[in-house]
């Protein structure tokens, strides 16, 4: 490596090389729920598996962390608040220029009387007088030194800018975001959903005793009792006195009345049953409920005595049976409609509602996923946890049935209520209510009590009723590990069987039930858990006693606390006792009979007793020793045992177990006692269960419990999964020496834990993390596990105790116990003394050991290349040999996965996640106790691990090799392989020696570089393996990103005298090196080396939808963002370091320029600033490309043949995937970043010595830029608005082209004529994307307006930043211009970029630094900017007016000088300053005619403020200039008053229409502005959707263009003048040029515009065709093209030749398909007519409006406008006869409207033969008015005139207009003879004409016939011929109409005919009669039609003169041949 800049040793020494790396092993205090943990009671000697168990679930987790790991993330979660640290940026867009609310005033409509040849510098008013200047900008022309202005600009653009470009982005996708390991949730007790339910009222009718509620949720659909009993009381103190004797005292746990429960599977049958017990008395169950049935407390008066009498009955009772009670009545309800009503009412707005279901999905985490069955229905239903609180009200209660109480009775009973919804008559019921509020639980209540009576956090400060937690009994497994110590036992006695029994005494039967420590009575222990308001925990339970039922059956529940240490004497004791009700007369004490005695051993065989029992009896005395056995099996005894029912069975019961210490699980049971039996202290032969096990057999046995571990029950293997695997790991680790023999099981425990893992990942039931890890097991590794004997160096948590170290490993034999004990103990010693010396290193390690070395030393440190060619280790023989000192967990591991075979290493690499996890664990801790004894790095681990874990990587890749080619759908487990393989190596990074990583790294690469797999699969791999990598904390250093190649020249601004060129080469080359991926630089930087080839790798290649594109890219963006938000890269010359690591990027995204999609995102903020309606894109087409660019004033499109080559290659075949937008984003932000960050001079240089085609393909990825990060505004609408649609197309086309050329803009010109839209089709490979939205704005709906806020706020900083580091490279390659060959080109392609930028949205930020730099442009290069780039300085003037008339005074002001300027600068060549005046006439002409939201009253104040300007300029004084500026202005002022007339037609479009016609005729002297105006009207007419007139103004345009073409060059494919266009339209004569003595092109600044060319003239025509194509003039277009192609094919454009060719075949195409279906318009007459009109009195107008227009459709149109400007005056004339002017009010306004058709003379019907024909170029159109003599428009046949009248317009239709004046006006008037010839020939036509259809339309047909020969038609023919044919008229004038007539009819009754038949073809099967019925009235009209038709008149037949006979004939043909034409 070449010398180290003295800079860079100096950064390297303060950052340090390789940082050490903290870690941290750290004991964490579990949190614990409740104020202490739940632990076994004091002073008990601990067996040792409940010790273990206590010890697991109180000891501190265990985590490994890394200090730095996650410094580059945090910076994220800040992104929250960052919005409060940023500066608002204000942009037009937002601004809401403030206007005057002016009314609608009538237009002023003498306006158009102007006088159309006004000139130019008529100026309404003066700009002197009416208006103040804004304010000037500072300094404008202070700088006489260019490098001052550079330096000046430069510092005002660093300043305030935000440091970190990535904060401003919204992140990345987090599906890429592989790195990121999700940390496993901490282990913690399992909770379903909870609720809580408050008991607020239990009353009955009647209240006189004491009532005990107990509450239990039950699930019907898995009949089970889903929570334990929930019990409370609300007695009064008067009722609880009663029972004062009975309650020793009132413990404060028992006063709660709410209780928490919890639900973990929803199911819509959760019923919550409340079961109502009160004292016994004596009775039934119905006698008690009698007096609640039939009294009421409200009937006080008659019942008062009774109730009296009742009370102190109870009172009595109490008081002696207080102890005992009896059932009496239950409620349920179900609990789950009530959730589920309750959340279907909330509304969606709550807050909580916002994390929706989270919280009960999370919980949910390890439930059943798949067997959703199960509660997949409740799911739908309701959210467990956000319903709102609701309050339940029960109001009848069920009676109890005494012989119906048990659980099945229960079940049945809510089943018929499930099943009728509502209770069966058989049920008895009491009236009562109950009222419970249910509310779910988020946090924990105060005063809450966890089920074992522990105060849960938080406490409550005072006394308040505490609730409890009820424990749940899930009605189907939970898969949680246990964490906390639970030992609980529940009671069922179920019932009694005394049927046989003959004595009477046992019929009130209780159960008394206790839990005894030994035999003797005082051995009973208070461990029972007491019920409401007495004492907590009670030593014995009496059951409820069924009146006089022999066998009663119980429903009892007793929970009782089990002792940790059980011994065989531990029983459960059942006492049964009659209970006498009544006292007898004699009778005193006791009301208890004993009848006999039960009991239940705890333990049997050291294994806690659950389950069903049915135990038998004995009676009078309990055996000696009974507790030793159960008391089926009792042995005899003397004197013999008396049983009832001779020792049968009579008793049932139920017991469960809630534990955390009892497995209930055959292995597990087994293998915990048989690993105890290891560690001593137990005697031999060893009991197991039944079975006895002697010493000798141990090992045999424990191997098997072992190997059968894996086949015990799911559930208990993960309640108690923590407890197993450190047992296994203990004895992985742990050599065992078992009857003095060593016995070594660690392959066993080994294959054990990988199958238990192979188990929990095959589990349907459990989930898995996205990286495919099972999360129970992830947990365990990152809290739980910790090295075997880790006790010895952790102090263990408060309750484990430390075993001493002679019992740790157990001998067996007992004798040799100690002294095994003691040798082991020494050989520890002995080993850890004399720790594993570690081989020789190998050759890679010492280089490695040298850059260590060398920290902050100048000397050559040594490359990274070295560890590429690497000599292997020498293998150390690995196997059983190692030798026996003490063994390192991570070793013995490492050496198990590689010596592992078969299924079991199988499934070890399958879940290699795992063993990775567990080895860098083990690794770390090992590690850190290393640290404390200051071993180096390199001699942590020993050799033979090195290689083991080689080993473990080479077959991990392999193994992923082999997937991937052999099993291909098994890619996902490759994916997760290799994203776990990536993980281990950047874990063992920071634990091992990284030269050694790097060599496992780098055979990764090998391996995975294999041929046979498809090549994006393996990039993906590779990608996400270095991703991973890469987020290394300490990444930066191990790229040696210090070590930057030699850096740019000192001097920031070299010049050029200081460096003789030839120096310059091989530096050039050096700095051209550093943008390159070059050999040396992935040797250099290994890492980054590697993850940047594979994106260049990746961005090569096709793959299906881009995904690989994406992810390379993702993964270098969020690596660069991890740097960028990285506090320890805060510094400006650390950052300038890292992004030089990374200037190879910048190479490659220019490469791949052509891939991006930088689509222009659409949603604008409010209007764009060319304005007009939001419009729905898509039926608009998108304006041909190069039109828009011309409307718009920008360069024309063209190509530079260099440019061509690249498009060739994007369309050849092989079509790469482009990048989606966003991907596209995010490269476009990492190229942006290393450029804001890289060393300045150093990217200067760069662009001075790069070929200037590069450098073009620089300019145009930033104009890519600026549009990527366009802001888009607040107010994002959905809709597109046109105009924006139209600007993001300029945008591409600018990009698009423009930037492609290399060549200053005069060679330009003659190339011109090249590829003139080759950039279209370019557009559709690129552009055409579906228009992605930014992902910030797509989810506009559901965002508040604060969140939109913020979201403007950050992206509009986005947009600011990102600008702003365009501009600075902007500037950077601007100021190195002096420096490079071609300045003319570099300049402009920077002006083209600038110019882009003003093209978009900015900010008022950027737009002030963005004119500085223009400003500085102007002055340092002006001349060569208005000679070279004419049309750009065309465009910069367009784009700076724009800014003029801006509502923000920073742009105007900002603006102003810009202009201002240019103006000055441009004056020292008279040439440039014409030009640049007519640039500015025009940009603001073009400027006023599109835009409607155009703010006239801002420009004048600019104009005014450049007024200014000039007046304060005092160099120029002396000079033309001020008052040639004085000059322009007025011009602009004036053309400024035409908008302000324009203004206010803007609702009336066609008058709006005339005034720009006008102005543009006034212009007639101004061919540039006259096309400009042209243009404007184009754009007006397409926005209404006037597509066809849109096309004639760019027909004038291009006619205008041709003219003077004509007389600039004379070549012969160029077309004559205007005179080649007649065939398109005759009117475009009017364009004939002014004769050249007026104006001579060549003068100063004349048709010098980007029109006035060749491809100007072929740009214009082809936008003309597209539009006329919209507009369905297909024919048209052809003869548009017939002066295109000329052109063309002089050119030999074959490209272009072939898209045309195809636009005219789609537009014959068109002709030929829609026929008779176009639509072309509708003509309507429409006359003005009273003075308020002004010069539009009395005017006549045909207006064109669209095809179908009805009349009240136009007629309501104009109404609305004009009777806004007239009101009430206004009158629409409704009748079309001719208007009398005397009788009209001169006080109103008239229109009247006609609708007309064209008119032809007969032969022009000769020429017109298609419809198309008959609908274009017209100009004679036609009305009629029906009359009679009588005055009344419509009267009889025979006294029914019409009046024919003829217009005819000024010009042809379609005109660059919709309406025409009326010139001409003819009438004629028809006889009523004549009216009914005309009235048949008419209905003849459209019968011949739908018969003769090609496809016949039955429907029309037979309409037609309707109306032809239908019987009841009026006027129809019949009656026609009645009234003219029945007699022979007496006037011999009328003899020749009279045979005409008759000739009619003939034939019309022929084509009746004719029809009839046709139809009989055409009906379907029931149309039969109606076709009979058409025949009949046929046949009945022909015969009355007959006599008529077959009478001539005499007269006419005689024979005459032969001219007339033939004129005749020729006549009747031509009436015959019409009909047989349109056929």
Known sequence: MSQLRSGDSALMQELGDFPDDDLEVELLEKECRTVRHSVPEEGVELDSHVRDCVQSYTQPWLMVSRRCQGDSWSAYSERACLHKTLQKQTFESDVQPEKPETPVKSPSLAVLSDDSSRTLTSSDFDLRSGLTPDPRVEGLLHFSNHDDLDRFNQEARQGNR??????????????????????????????????????????????????????????????????????????????????????????????????????????????????????????EISDCAEPYMVMKETDSAKNKEKLEKLRNQSEMFCQRLGRYRMPFAWATVNIMNVISTAT???????????????????????????????????????????????????STFCKQEGDRLSDEDLFKFLADIKKFSSLQRRIKTIPG????????????????????????????????????????????????????????????????????????????????????????????????????????????????????????????????????????????????????????????????????????????????????????????????????????????????VKWMESHKGVFNLEIQAVSSVHTQDNHLERFFTLCHALEGGVTFPLRVREEKIPENKLEHELKLSIISLSSSRLEPLVLYLHLVLDKLFTLIMQPMVIAGQTANLAQIAFESVVSIVNSLHNSQELARDQQGRNGLLATYLYWVFRLPDSNELLNTGP??????????????????????????????????????????????????????????????????????????????????????????????????????????????????WFFFELLVKSMAQHVSQLEKQDVPRRSRFSDRFKDDVTTIVSVVTAEIGTILVKQQKELEQAEKVNISLAFFLYDLLSLMDRGFVFILVKNYCNQMSTKTVSMPTLISMRLEFLRILCSHEHYLNLSLYFSSPASAPVSPCPSISSQSSSSCSFQEQRILGLFELSQEFKQQHYLAGLLLTELSAALDMESEGGKVQKKAINATYSLLCAHDLDQRCTRPDVRAKVATLYLPLVGIIIDSINYLDFTVSEARGGKSKT??????????????????????????????????????????????????????????????????????????????????????????????????????????????????????????????????????????????????DRAGQRVNLRWRKDLTQWRQTNDKHDKTKAELDQEALISGNLATESNLIVLDLLETIVQAVPLADCKESVVGGVLRVLLHCLTC???????????????????????????????????????????????????????????YLIMRYSFSSANNFSRVKMQVTMSLASLVGKSSDFHEEYLRRSLRTILAYAEEDTEMQNTPLPSQVDELLRNLNSILSDTVKMREFQEDPEMLMDLMYRIAKGYQTSPDLRLTWLQNMAEKHKNRKCFTESAMCLVHAAALVAEYLSMLEDHKYLPVGSVTFQNISPNVLEESAVSDDILSPDEDGVCSGQYFTTSGLVGLLKQAAELFSNGGLYETVNEVYKIIMPVLEAHRDFRELVSTHEKLQRAFDNIIQKGHKRMFGTYFRVGFYGAKFGDLDEQEFVYKEPGITHLPEISHRLENFYSQCF??????????????????????????????????DDYEMKDRLTNFEKNFNLRRFMYTTPFTKAGRPRGELNEQYKRKTILTTMHTFPYIKTRINVIQKEEFDLTPIEVAIEDMQKKTRELAVATHRERPDAKMLQMLLQGSVGATVNQGPLEVAQVFLNEIPADPKLFRHHNKLRLCFKEFIMRCGEAVEKNKHLITLDQKEYQQELKKNYNRLRENLRPMLERKIPELYKPIKPRLVNRDSVKRLSFRRAPEEIS
């Open 162 to 283: 935000h440091p970190e470009l990535f904060a401003l982005y919204p992140p990345a996708d987090e599906d890429d975001a592989v790195e990121i390991r999700p940390i496993p949730d901490c282990p913690k007790e399992h909770m379903g959903d909870r609720i809580i339910i408050r008991c607020q009222a239990i009353k009955f009718e009647i209240d006189i005793e004491p009532l005990f509620a107990t509450l239990a949720l039950y699930d019907l659909r898995e009949k089970k009792k889903i929570s334990e009993n929930f019990y409370c009381d609300l007695n009064s103190d008067q009722f609880k006195g009663f029972l004062k004797p009975h309650t020793p005292q009132t413990d404060h746990s028992t006063l709660s009345r709410a209780a928490i429960f919890s639900i973990t599977y929803p199911s819509p049958d959760i019923y919550l049953v409340i079961k109502i017990e009160k004292v016994l008395q004596q009775g």
């Open 344 to 394: 279907l009412d909330r509304d969606t707005t709550d807050s909580d509602s916002l994390n929706g279901k989270s919280s009960s999905l999370e919980k949910r985490g390890q439930l059943p996923r798949r067997n959703s069955e199960r509660f997949g229905t409740m799911e739908d239903q309701c959210n467990m946890s956000a319903f709102k609180p609701a309050t339940i009200t029960i």
């Open 433 to 640: 209510t109950i009222r419970l509020d249910v509310t779910p639980v988020h946090d924990n209540p105060v005063a809450c009590l966890s089920t074992e009576l522990i105060p849960v956090k938080p406490l409550a400060e005072k006394n308040v009723r505490p609730v409890k937690e009820v424990l749940e009994f899930p009605s189907s497994e939970v898969y949680v590990p246990h964490s906390t110590y639970r030992n609980l036992l529940y009671v069922y006695p179920q019932r009694l069987n005394f049927v046989n029994r003959l004595t009477s005494g046992g019929r009130n039967i209780t159960i008394k039930i206790q839990f005894m420590s030994g035999e003797d009575p005082s051995c009973v222990m208070p461990v029972i858990f007491g019920k409401s308001n007495g004492p907590e925990f009670v030593q014995e339970v009496y059951t409820p006693v069924t009146y006089h039922n022999k066998s009663p059956d119980f429903y009892e529940e007793v929970k009782m606390v089990l002792p940790a240490r059980l011994t065989e004497r531990h029983h459960l004791l059942f006492t049964f006792y009659h209970i006498s009700c009544q006292q007898k007369q004699n009778q005193t004490g006791a009301s208890e009979t004993l009848i006999g005695y039960s009991w239940l051993p705890i333990l049997s065989t050291d294994r806690l007793q659950t389950g069903q029992y049915c135990l038998p009896i004995a009676l009078d005395r309990l055996p000696v020793n009974y507790s030793l056995h159960s008391p089926e099996r009792i042995t005899p005894q003397v004197p013999p």
């Open 799 to 912: 309750g484990g105790v430390v075993p001493p170290t002679e019992g740790r490993y157990s001998t067996m034999g007992r004798a040799s116990a100690t002294t095994v004990g003691t040798m082991l103990l020494q050989s520890r010693l002995r080993s850890s003394s004399n720790p594993d010396i570690p081989a020789p290193h190998s050759a890679e390690d010492t280089e490695v050991k040298n850059i260590l070395a060398a920290k902050g030393q100048n000397n050559p440190g040594s490359r990274m290349s070295t560890y590429v060619d690497v000599s292997s280790h020498p293998q150390s023989s690995t196997g059983g040999t190692r030798p026996s000192n003490r063994k390192q967990f991570h070793e013995e591991l490492a050496l198990q996965i590689v010596v592992s075979t078969g299924v079991c290493r199988e499934n070890a690499y399958k879940y290699a």
């Open 1171 to 1316: 304005g007009g309606a939001d419009e729905d894109p898509d039926n608009i087409t998108p304006i041909n490309q190069s039109i828009a660019m011309a409307i718009a004033g920008n360069p024309f499109n063209t190509l530079a043949r260099n440019a061509l080559a690249s498009m060739a290659s994007v369309q050849s075949a092989k079509a790469v995937a482009t990048l989606s937008a966003e991907t596209s984003r995010n490269l476009l932000l990492c190229f942006l970043w290393v450029m804001k960050n890289a060393e300045r001079s150093l990217i200067q240089r760069w662009t001075v010595d790069m070929p200037s085609a590069q450098l073009n393909r620089l300019l145009e990825l930033l104009t890519i830029c600026v549009s990527c990060f366009e802001y888009r505004g607040k107010r994002s609408s959905d809709k597109v608005s046109t105009q924006a649609l139209q600007k993001s197309q300029q945008a591409k086309m600018q990009l698009e082209d423009s930037l492609l050329r290399g060549i200053g803009a005069r060679g330009e010109m003659m190339r011109r004529a090249g590829g003139s």
């Open 1401 to 1459: 949205n900015q900010s008022t930020t950027f737009l002030s630094h963005c004119f500085s730099t223009l400003r500085a442009l102007v002055v340092k290069f002006g001349d060569l900017l208005f000679e070279e780039e004419a049309e750009q300085c065309a465009d910069l003037c367009q784009k700076v007016l724009q800014h003029c008339s801006s509502p923000v005074d920073g742009n105007r002001s900002q603006a102003c000088a810009t202009l």
């Open 1767 to 1800: 009101g009430d005056a206004l009158e629409m004339i409704k009748d079309s006869k001719d208007i009398d002017r005397s009788k009209l009010d001169a006080n109103k306004a008239y229109i009247q409207i006609t609708y007309v058709e064209p008119f032809f």
